[in-house]
């Protein structure tokens, strides 16, 4: 009975694919005299034939389709198709090459082309796919089946399984064994993924609290052998994100070579081992410490090593991969950390997956996207990268989000990109990883603004603002309604909510203008009370909506024109209580208090003014902080301190290391106390401050998380 129900889930997901949906053109085409033909018969593979959608006839008279399985294709997923009006050949390799054979075959019926041709194609990268390792809320099981049927259609063949969430997957429980609901679910992932030719790779992330014995290397195999027992053939080892004894490289090394000898060369269909190191990108690199070189030299060269580039949030260049292949005598393994928003929860990332350099072609072992929380939301991103590691040469990243929007959006693909294209920027960011957005709208705003400012808009310069923020709320309206992708929609519903409130209040700022100029005072008020309602619908939408603990906002459109809508609402406010002698309140849309920090890894943090809560984003990675290392918050001017609150992820109470100090008006740092409730150190010092000020007092090295770290001021 549960077959049935999977299968079922599966063709859910296979019959959800539009008719018309697109490939990237093939590497090599080549049209030959004659038609193709109008109908198909096989005698060979029809249920692989029918997965992509490709009607059988038993007409005698339609073409035969041919499978041969040649040694002369040396690549096992290229292929071959040649399509004239009697037959079609394929060969291939392996099954697989036959699949995308197959939806090379079913994308040119459906263009309803006429003229034979004969095709050959392959991929440029051999592991092509996603890893589901950001933090906060995984994927629910219709999620990744979805994805899965997903990967296959764009011929993706990997799909790393490794929710930082998951206790199974990491501490506390990485060595026990699943519970037998969970188990259930992962054995219907690796069926899924087998029916649409991707490898499901489960990873495990014991570094936290590993021992480095026997008995700890036993509990990896057996762990392994009861994931193997499940169907699992794909293996990874996570060790990011850690500290303490775990990070030791000639430690992993040789833990990772026991697993090759003793696990994956014992059974004859496992795939190749990967792993994720400590020092996963460039900045965190420390070759005097020999950690990455000590990798290189020592780790079995069968097993891949993960990288993410000069930074966290890196891209792929040729010059990170080069510098990174020299260091581990292999070619990376690319872990793109894109469109993963867990470092800015508040944003989605929608916008074309560019900075995937053309010149890569011969350095990378493998590309897998890490994605959103959203699975639905991240296919199109996803998708590009399949394009990209495809045909690397070729890859455009406009025309490939463009096609992807097409093939996901049947009748709202036109809404989605706009509404797409003004959603692409996290925001600011301790990883100061920041995305184009708006795209043409940089000019006509910056234009709007200078003019605004000495108060001479012209007609034309208010109407391509005023038609900006029509067609926002229109693709905002149409997504509301769209039925292409309900999914997708639901994801990205608070989003499209306070998109529409956002443009509506900036619409209202313009009839502000056109009052202001007019010297009407009441159209003025009744413009300013229209914009006030929008915003305090804004803020309905930030309190009920997206409540993660990190990131509990909504903020669409934050790069350019939200922004440009609340300097509009701010000057004319004030410029109105000048003229007017009015006494409008002008609220300071901007955090106007600073973080200070001589660490390198915080010092560029983010912080937000919520509520009269002062939050910095948290920091998901490993923070050292040495003695005297200090974070502070900077008030613009003295505030009331009510409570105080660090998460550093561990119990350890806080005052063993740490300080919180309050710098007072007279100029003078004092010490606050306080006591742990839980992960969390909590004080209650109801002060003025100027600032509030956290700092390592010990002469240790401490190695944190920072989940929270806030300040409520009043």
Known sequence: MRNIFVMAMLLACVMGWGQNYKLPEPKSVEFTSGEIPQAFKSKKYQHLIHQVGIELSENRNAALIKINFSKKIKN????????????????????????????????????????????????????RGVVEGFYGTPWQYKDRLRMLSFLGKNRMNTYIYGPKDDPYHSSPHWREAYPEDEARQIQDYVEAAKNNYVDFYWAIHPGKDIKWNEADRQNLIQKFEKMYALGVRGFAVFFDDISGEGTNAAKQAELLNFIQTKFVDTHTDVLPLIMCPTEYNKSWSNLKGGYLPTLGKELDPRIHIMWTGDGVIGDVTKESLTWINDKINRKAFFWWNFPVTDYARDHLMLGPAYRLDQKAQNLLAGVVSNPMEHAEASRIAIASVGDYTWDIAKYDSIQSWEKNITNEFETCAEAYTFFAKNNTDAGPNGHRYRKEESRGFEQPAQEFSKALKNLNLQKSQIEKIQNYYKQLLSSAETLQKCKDNPALILEIYPWILQTKNIAQKGLATLEMYDAYKAKNQEEFLKAFEK????????????????????????????????????????????????????????????????????????????????????????????????????????FKSSKNVKQVLINTGEQEVFEKWGQVELLSENGEWKNVNGEMKGNEWIAKPNEKAQQVRFKNKSKQVKNIYLRQLEVTIK
């Open 76 to 127: 096992p997923e290229a292929y071959q198709l040649k399509l004239n009006k009697n037959e079609v050949n394929i060969e291939a390799a392996t099954e697989r090459g036959v699949y995308y054979a197959l939806l090379r075959l079913k994308e040119i019926i459906n263009a309803k082309a006429n003229k034979a041709l004969q095709i050959y194609d392959f991929p440029d990268v051999e592991f």
């Open 531 to 634: 914009a006030e309602r929008w915003e305090l619908k804004r803020s309905f939408v930030n309190q009920d909506e997206n409540k993660n603990p990190y990131h509990p906002r909504v903020s669409p459109v934050s790069k350019l024109v939200s922004p440009l809508i609340d300097d509009t609402f701010k000057f004319l406010i004030e410029a109105y209580n000048q003229d007017f002698k009015g006494k409008l309140v002008v609220k300071d849309y901007d955090n106007p208090h600073q973080f200070v920090s001589n660490n390198a890894k915080l010092k560029d943090l983010n912080i937000r003014l919520e509520n009269n809560k002062l939050a910095a984003d948290p920091v998901l990675e490993v923070i050292e902080v040495r003695p005297n290392d200090y974070f502070t918050f900077e």
